[in-house]
């Protein structure tokens, strides 16, 4: 299962340069995280990396 950016994002970026697969983009109102490119972290990190760089806990399972 997939990350997904709330609508409670703030547009900061802070997510996008934490992602190790580059599955975060900025969207039209705030940054969204692909589905399909989505790993979870897993094999490169303990804790999904966009979560904990969130400042604004915008950021969930889906």
């Known amino acids: ?6 609508e409670d994002c703030t547009s900061c970026g802070s997510c996008e ?15 969204v995280i692909d589905g399909n490119l989505c790993i979870e972290c897993k094999g490169h990190f303990d804790e999904a ?11 969930e399972k889906c």
Do not use: K, R
């Open 1 to 6: 299962m997939a990350y997904c950016i709330t």
């Open 17 to 31: 340069s934490e992602c190790p697969v580059e599955a975060i983009s900025e969207g039209e109102d705030l940054y």
């Open 49 to 59: 990396q966009c979560v904990e760089a969130c400042p604004v806990e915008a950021i």
